[in-house]
């Protein structure tokens, strides 16, 4: 049974920041893709990062280059997403998600690889 429970989330204003945790359970972390999406308001679910399961690579949607950053901490199972310079577009439900199978020497997987889900935490960006 895999579990993951994401953590972090809340209210901020424009221009400010927030850090968005997941710890997991069950199967070995470290051998796992590891992902963040997020459903706005009204929209699909979208892809917003990814780390790989060495975590050397990592991946993000354009809309969050260069002011979101994904890491983990295999020691704490935790992978987490750190967000600056937010904006009232990046309000949504954050949810963090686990791949399939293990290891794998594709990178970026497809989204349809991340299968593993939690309930989501709640971001609110106010202008």
């Known amino acids: 049974q895999v579990q993951l429970v994401e953590s972090g989330g809340g209210s901020v204003q424009a221009g400010g920041s927030l850090r968005v945790s997941c710890a997991t359970d069950?199967?070995?972390?470290?051998?796992?893709?590891m992902g963040w999406f997020r459903r706005a308001p009204g929209k699909e679910r979208e892809f917003v990062a990814g780390?790989?399961?060495?975590?050397?690579?990592?991946s993000y949607a354009d809309s969050v280059k260069g002011r979101f950053t994904i890491f983990r901490d295999n020691a704490k199972n935790t992978v987490y997403l750190q967000m600056n310079s937010l904006t009232p577009e990046d309000t949504a439900v954050y949810y963090c998600?686990?791949?399939?199978?293990?290891?794998?020497?594709?990178?970026?997987?497809?989204?349809?690889?991340?299968?593993?889900w939690g309930q989501g935490t709640q971001v609110t960006v106010s202008s």
């Open positions: 998600s686990r791949s399939r199978s293990p290891y794998g020497s594709r990178w970026p997987i497809p989204d349809t690889e991340y299968v593993y």
């Open positions: 069950g199967g070995t972390f470290s051998n796992y893709n």
């Open positions: 780390i790989r399961w060495t975590g050397g690579s990592t």
